[in-house]
T-cell receptor
Framework: DGGITQSPKYLFRKEGQNVTLSCEQN?????MYWYRQDPGQGLRLIYY???????QKGDIAEGYSVSREKKESFPLTVTSAQKNPTAFYLC????????????FGEGSRLTVL | GQQVMQIPQYQHVQEGEDFTTYCNSS?????IQWYKQRPGGHPVFLIQ?????EVKKQKRLTFQFGEAKKNSSLHITATQTTDVGTYFC???????????FGRGTQLTVWP
């Protein structure tokens, strides 16, 4: 079955540590996205990529980094520079056009201790 | 950047009552998408509206796009406990790749 796989589902990290969240899709989608969700805040865009080897900052990119070396993969690194990293992170993909639905992974919940 | 305002933030209804959430923008919306996120889950696409004045129905759900393309609404008739969740509207905007989400309306349905 086609879909988006995020891992890990739950992650705990100590302050000062970088952590990388994995996102893989087998939908043959060109575009991939990372969103952060906090209670009452909706979905805020961190980074997005329309094509391999290219990506753009979203609204809250500070303290995060991404790479897009393969069409199927769009990992997100939460660096120690992110001041409040505890959140629910959602990866999504679509065909990269002006219409069409966004497909989401099941999310990764990061807790910084 | 583009802002999509969604109200109310929370709505509590008795099972069988109707529910409506509204999405508004000060600028013309490109096309509106609606998503539902169950508690503990991820957003799932419900529908997309593109044309001015468009109305679409999915069983008890009715979606509308305003004539001026500056607002949209989702109406649920006779809510059921399975309708519980957060409903988000989102606009594609004018920048390829950007989807601007409202903050969502969290619906609670009491049996």
């Amino acid at each position: 079955d086609g879909g988006i796989t995020q891992s890990p589902k739950y992650l705990f990290r100590k302050e000062g540590q970088n952590v990388t969240l994995s996102c893989e899709q087998n939908l043959n989608h060109d575009a991939m996205y990372w969103y952060r969700q906090d209670p009452g805040q909706g979905l805020r865009l961190i980074y997005y990529s329309q094509i391999v080897n290219d990506f753009q900052k979203g609204d809250i990119a500070e303290g995060y980094s991404v790479s897009r070396e393969k069409k199927e993969s769009f990992p997100l690194t939460v660096t120690s520079a992110q001041k409040n990293p505890t959140a629910f992170y959602l990866c999504a993909s679509d065909r990269g056009r002006t219409t069409g639905e966004l497909f989401f992974g099941e999310g990764s919940r990061l807790t910084v201790l | 950047g583009q802002q999509v305002m969604q109200i109310p933030q929370y709505q509590h209804v008795q099972e069988g009552e109707d529910f409506t959430t509204y999405c508004n923008s000060s600028t013309t919306l490109s096309n509106i998408q609606w998503y539902k996120q169950r508690p503990g889950g991820h957003p799932v696409f419900l529908i997309q509206l593109v044309k001015s004045g468009e109305v679409k129905k999915q069983k008890r759900l009715t979606f509308q796009f305003g004539e001026a393309k500056k607002n949209s609404s989702l109406h649920i008739t006779a809510t059921q406990t399975t309708d519980v969740g957060t409903y988000f509207c989102a606009d594609r905007g004018s920048t390829l790749g950007r989807l601007y989400f409202g903050r969502g309306t969290q619906l609670t349905v009491w049996p």
